[in-house]
């Protein structure tokens, strides 16, 4: 499997995962991604986008304001608005508590190939720019082992997040202590980067533990047969 856009792999995933719901932070140009992207119910987020989208305000201001007064839960959700890793963070921190519990975020500009592209703020005229998004991956890796995540080596880097279980990177560090050199020295790990022909067994190990633990979330607590049923898929999930 080739992927050369991430239109593409947006679309796989919510085909894959019969997908309805939609939300694109920073969306820029709609023809670009934001229209190509087949779900029933979408939602983009751009302070200034080149034309009208949904809600023209800052990714903060949508969570802070008028999130919390929808009552949609978002399926997929593609980050792809201020390349700050501080802002990425906290952008997948809220996408995260929003996200229906079978859904998926994809971080764009997660693998960047060169140190001058991961800089902070675009320099004016800069063709290739990535900005340092792949440290707020880097730090999720690190730190949050109820997560699933992974990075497609297509289209500078499509970081996918689910809910789900990963062994954590062991080095754990912050944000503004991660540079260009410890992201080369363990680039494979790190961003746990996939080639695109694996992309398929991925998505579905992805899918098969976040099943799982919403199974064994939803059936804790319960007595008799569904609690011990649950605590034995626990079992089971833990030695795979
Ligand atoms: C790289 S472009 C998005 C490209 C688009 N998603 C695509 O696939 O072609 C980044 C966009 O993020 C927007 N943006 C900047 N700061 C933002 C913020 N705080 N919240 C949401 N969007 C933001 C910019 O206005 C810009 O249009």
């Known amino acids: 499997m080739t992927i050369t856009h991430r239109a593409e792999l947006l679309n796989l995933i919510a085909y894959s995962n019969s997908y309805r719901t939609y939300l694109e932070i920073g969306v820029r140009n709609p023809q670009s991604t934001y229209n190509r992207i087949c779900c029933d119910q979408k939602t983009g987020v751009d302070p200034a986008p080149q034309m009208p989208c949904t809600y023209m305000m800052t990714s903060d201001e949508f969570f802070n304001t008028v999130q919390p007064h929808l009552s949609v839960r978002y399926d997929l959700v593609f980050i792809d608005g201020l390349h700050e890793a501080h802002q990425v ?26 140190k001058e592209h991961q800089t902070t703020k675009r320099k004016p005229g800069q063709k290739h720019w990535t900005g340092d998004t792949w440290k707020a991956f880097a730090l999720l890796r690190m730190t949050r082992p109820d997560l699933e995540m992974f990075t497609v080596n297509a289209d500078w880097g499509l970081g996918v997040i689910r ?6 990177f062991p ?15 363990n680039r494979l790990e790190l961003m746990n980067l996939i080639e695109c022909e694996n992309v398929n067994k991925s998505l579905l190990r992805a899918s098969r533990s976040t099943f799982f633990n919403t199974l064994i979330y939803r059936m804790r607590g319960t007595t008799g047969v569904l609690g011990r049923a649950s605590k034995r898929i626990g079992q089971y999930m833990k030695r795979k």
């Open 89 to 114: 963070y906290q952008d997948t921190e809220n996408a995260l508590a929003n996200l229906s519990s079978n859904g998926t975020i994809v971080l764009h500009d997660c693998n960047p190939t060169q």
């Open 163 to 168: 809910l789900g279980k990963q062994k954590v």
């Open 171 to 185: 080095t754990s560090m912050p944000i503004d202590e991660m540079d260009y050199d410890f992201l080369c020295n």
